[in-house]
């Protein structure tokens, strides 16, 4: 579910905007509200919002010059409402990378549709933000788990069991008594088809699934632990950190996708 904050002078439009659109709906959680540019800065930079309504003409800090310096410390993406259609305004909103520019009153069935096509655009930023972090740290798993990608078909299975049930305890021996082989022969094949042992590609495909839990930005580190097959809280902090050379906090703290 991503974030959404609004950004309005106008308490009937803010309002308006706040509660009678159904966000859940659409895919979205209002997080926030602010009456102007000053407080703007302050709750984007508290509740970091995937994506920011803004009006231009607020007291105190207008809304360009509020996403100007919000982007400084947090990364979101930006809708501008105006009831002013000088050029001035709409390129200084082009050059702040806005994602569009609508004009007062909201059209809601217009910011409806530009809302839904922004949920897809930050899905996919973030999908390929997440990616590019495990090819650089070595746990390209969607390529390492790919069925084709194998000859030997015991490896196959040992892959497809890891992937459907990582959240349970399981070993190599548990694996190979399941597939009925030696636990040796499963080892060694494993090791010769993927470059990894067993126990390196679960806990990399279990990281890989926290990571995406943890960016999602919903649950608790231990709760994301727990729910990735890590019984030991301590334990999957020291694993996820060998993977990525961050702690889960420290990736929650610098998560960020592309604006």
Same mark, same amino acid.
């Given at each position: 579910?991503?974030?959404?904050? *609004?950004a309005e002078d106008e308490d009937i439009i803010r309002k308006g905007l706040a509660y009678t659109i159904d966000w859940l709906s659409i895919g979205y959680v209002l997080v926030g509200e602010a009456a102007n540019g000053e407080e703007g800065i302050e709750k984007i930079k508290e509740l970091k919002p995937d994506v920011v309504l803004?009006? *231009?003409m607020m007291p105190k800090v207008n809304g360009l010059e509020m996403i100007r310096r919000a982007k400084e410390e947090v990364r979101f993406k930006s809708v501008i409402l105006t009831s002013y259609a000088e050029f001035d305004y709409a390129k200084e909103a082009i050059e702040l990378k806005a994602y569009d520019y609508l004009m007062k009153p909201v059209d809601v069935d217009k910011l409806k549709e530009v809302m839904g096509k922004l949920q897809v655009e930050i899905k996919h930023e973030k999908e390929k933000e997440l990616v590019f972090r495990q090819k650089n740290q070595g746990m390209d798993i969607e390529l390492l788990s790919s069925g084709d @990608? &194998?000859?030997n078909p015991y490896v196959k299975k040992t892959i497809d069991f890891i992937k459907e049930r990582y959240i349970e305890k399981i070993s190599i021996e548990s694996i190979s008594e399941e597939l009925e082989i030696s636990a040796s022969y499963l080892s060694r094949k494993f090791k010769e088809e993927t470059g990894h042992t067993c126990l390196d590609f679960l806990n990399m495909y279990r990281v890989q699934q926290a990571i995406r839990l943890l960016d999602e930005g919903i649950y608790r580190v231990y709760q994301v632990s727990d729910m990735t097959g890590f019984s030991d809280y301590k334990h @999957?902090?020291?694993? @996820?950190?060998? &993977?990525t050379k961050t702690s889960p906090r420290e990736f929650i703290k610098n998560k960020v996708y592309t604006s």
């Amino acid at each position: 579910m991503l974030k959404v904050l *609004i950004a309005e002078d106008e308490d009937i439009i803010r309002k308006g905007l706040a509660y009678t659109i159904d966000w859940l709906s659409i895919g979205y959680v209002l997080v926030g509200e602010a009456a102007n540019g000053e407080e703007g800065i302050e709750k984007i930079k508290e509740l970091k919002p995937d994506v920011v309504l803004a009006d *231009i003409m607020m007291p105190k800090v207008n809304g360009l010059e509020m996403i100007r310096r919000a982007k400084e410390e947090v990364r979101f993406k930006s809708v501008i409402l105006t009831s002013y259609a000088e050029f001035d305004y709409a390129k200084e909103a082009i050059e702040l990378k806005a994602y569009d520019y609508l004009m007062k009153p909201v059209d809601v069935d217009k910011l409806k549709e530009v809302m839904g096509k922004l949920q897809v655009e930050i899905k996919h930023e973030k999908e390929k933000e997440l990616v590019f972090r495990q090819k650089n740290q070595g746990m390209d798993i969607e390529l390492l788990s790919s069925g084709d @990608f &194998y000859k030997n078909p015991y490896v196959k299975k040992t892959i497809d069991f890891i992937k459907e049930r990582y959240i349970e305890k399981i070993s190599i021996e548990s694996i190979s008594e399941e597939l009925e082989i030696s636990a040796s022969y499963l080892s060694r094949k494993f090791k010769e088809e993927t470059g990894h042992t067993c126990l390196d590609f679960l806990n990399m495909y279990r990281v890989q699934q926290a990571i995406r839990l943890l960016d999602e930005g919903i649950y608790r580190v231990y709760q994301v632990s727990d729910m990735t097959g890590f019984s030991d809280y301590k334990h @999957f902090c020291l694993v @996820f950190k060998r &993977y990525t050379k961050t702690s889960p906090r420290e990736f929650i703290k610098n998560k960020v996708y592309t604006s």
